[in-house]
């Protein structure tokens, strides 16, 4: 059931943690296909991934294939379908992304590459893993992002497929290591809404596509 979709979250989990926006356990992948999900199982190694390892569930949560039992953190995979339409879903524990969710509010636009992510990157308020507060806080946060960052825990991004979702997650690692890198300097120059709509009109009337995140 669903070979090929679990196929791919074991690659994505592999990459993730080759890329090192995910350590051990810490950290879950999930893609759609019509009403049912193939997500990394609880307590799985990400950079160990396989694919007779991923669990299958529909989109209640009931399982439906896999030996063992689907991440802890499923309602933010689940509401993360029902609420954005999206077909793939991240979650990592990056780690500068995940020391800027410990002392911001947002990540403000830096580098207009972030357009892709929908603009400023929100910071959802603290719960604990694996909760539906957690599940509810951080989709409220990510309303019109592709991208959120979770209160001293990690990050969320979603994407049209599961290649847009890995780079999304990607970007915003790059996007928080670029604001990072530019605060030690002194206070980053930030992009305003206008400049923010002059390069979406530019991408518009050039064609551009520069991520695949930005299909979503």
């Not at 923010?196 to 991520?211: F, H």
Request: glycine share 8%; with cysteine.
């Amino acid at each position: 059931m669903l070979e090929a979709e679990k196929d791919q979250v074991a690659a994505a989990a592999r990459r993730l943690a080759a890329e090192g926006l995910v350590l051990g356990p810490a950290g879950n992948v999930s893609v759609r296909r019509e009403e049912l999900v193939a997500v990394t199982p609880t307590g799985a190694i990400l950079g160990e991934a396989r694919a007779q390892d991923v669990a299958v569930v529909d989109l209640d949560g009931r399982q439906v294939d896999g030996a063992v039992a689907p991440t802890s953190e499923l309602p933010l995979h689940l509401g993360a379908y029902t609420r954005s339409g999206a077909g793939a879903v991240v979650h990592t524990h990056a780690p500068v992304a995940t020391a800027l969710s410990c002392v911001l509010d947002e990540l403000p636009v830096v580098h207009y590459q972030m357009v892709a992510l929908g603009g400023p990157v929100r910071v959802a308020p603290y719960a604990t893993f694996g909760t539906r507060e957690l599940a509810d806080v951080t989709l409220d946060a990510m309303t019109d992002r592709l991208a959120v960052l979770m209160s001293n825990h990690g990050t969320l991004c979603v994407g049209a497929d599961l290649a847009a979702a890995v780079d999304n997650s990607l970007l915003l690692e790059w996007a928080a290591t670029v604001y990072w890198r530019a605060s030690t300097l002194g206070a980053p120059r930030l992009l305003d809404g206008e400049q923010i709509a002059d390069y979406r009109r530019t991408i518009d009337e050039r064609g551009y596509r520069p991520l695949q995140g930005a299909r979503t």
